[in-house]
């Protein structure tokens, strides 16, 4: 069996935005793996029929928490060229527009 090769030295970073975002790589990691285990079990106990929802109201409203870490977590590890893609301008706009309803939502304005 062939070893894997060998990476070489990464090329300096020319663009601020990407060099800015790459600081924040171990961040995300943990934001982002922290906020999935957070929503798992966020669904867990929502199925639970032994919960009441009005039990449940006060953790129900974190869901937004979850996703606005996953956004940051996204945004920081995509890759930076596949913004320009149109894969990558369908999440951006998808992004803004649920990030808009999750702020929304934890400001209790749904529907104000």
């Known amino acids: 069996m062939?070893?894997?090769?060998?990476?070489?030295?990464?090329?300096?970073?020319?663009n601020p935005v990407e060099a800015a975002l790459s600081d924040y790589h171990g961040l995300a990691e943990?934001?982002?793996e922290w906020a999935l285990y957070g929503v798992?079990?966020?669904?867990?106990?929502?199925?639970?029929k032994r919960i009441p929802y009005g039990s449940f109201l006060n953790p129900h409203r974190l869901f937004p928490l979850g996703y606005?870490?996953?956004?940051?977590?996204?945004?920081v590890l995509t890759?930076?060229?596949?913004?320009?893609?149109?894969?990558?301008?369908v999440l951006i706009v998808l992004m803004?527009?649920?990030?808009?309803?999750?702020?929304?939502?934890?400001?209790?304005?749904?529907?104000a």
């Open 40 to 48: 798992i079990l966020l669904i867990v106990v929502s199925l639970a």
């Open 79 to 89: 890759r930076f060229s596949h913004w320009t893609t149109p894969l990558g301008v």
């Open 68 to 75: 606005l870490a996953r956004v940051f977590h996204t945004v």
């Open 2 to 14: 062939e070893a894997r090769p060998e990476r070489g030295p990464r090329g300096a970073i020319s």
């Open 30 to 32: 943990t934001v982002g």
């Open 96 to 111: 803004i527009g649920w990030s808009c309803g999750a702020v929304l939502s934890l400001f209790r304005r749904i529907g």
